[in-house]
């Protein structure tokens, strides 16, 4: 049964063509809203819900957690703080990152995985399931109104804006006894360059899931809540922000 959900998914998603949501949330306004209530996979769209229960489960930054090699990551030492491992997560989108937080938390990775679809449930996400941290499986998936419920939610969190919004961050990796610094650049650097808006940002790509990307903006004194699911490629995800951007949020005299 399992099996045959994933093939209907796949299915689902693959000749869908992108979920588009604006939502002016001081408003209480939909602006647009294309294929918003299509469930389908959200790639490291995940990693948000990643950092909240991370966060939730404890906010001293400097005690260190064991890197979870298991999947790919830029994290090389035996262990890193939490500071770093969250400036990974949220800037570079690095996968290892995600399942360290997860295996670091109270329980271990099973734990985590429920926390994170309990608080999607208590956030009214009623069409989100995550089955990893990372949003490396086709499993993990939401409409595009239920990720921005979940930008709303991560826009509380003042580490999230801080770090997701990051363009490049160094961190330190030691070798015995030199120490050398690598620098990570943000996956959604481009945007983040053009426009200074931006006050919360996670993007996302799997092969299911397509190019996707959230974003909380914040223009003359107007909160919006953007949200891009199933692009075809790089290019087009931008494209598509832009074009929101340009016409419905920069062009308003608020």
Known sequence: MRILFILLLAINTAWAAPSVLLYNQTRDEMIINQDSAITRPIA???KLMTAMVAIDAGTDLNREAVIDRSVGTRLQQRSHTRRDIFNAL??????????TLARDYPGGRKEFIKAMNRKAQQLEMFHTVFVDPS????????TAYDVATMLRAADGYELIRFISTQKQIEIDMKRGKVIRSILLNNTNQPLLFEFDTVKV?????????????????????QKYLLVVLGEKNKATRQAAVEKVMYNHILDRDN
């Open 135 to 142: 949003g490396l499986s086709r499993g993990n998936q939401a």
């Open 201 to 221: 940002s996670k993007t996302g790509f799997t092969n299911p899931a397509g190019w996707c990307v959230g974003l909380v903006v914040e223009h003359h004194r």
């Open 44 to 46: 490291s769209l995940t």
């Open 90 to 99: 949220l800037v570079r989108s690095d996968n290892g990152a995600a399942e």
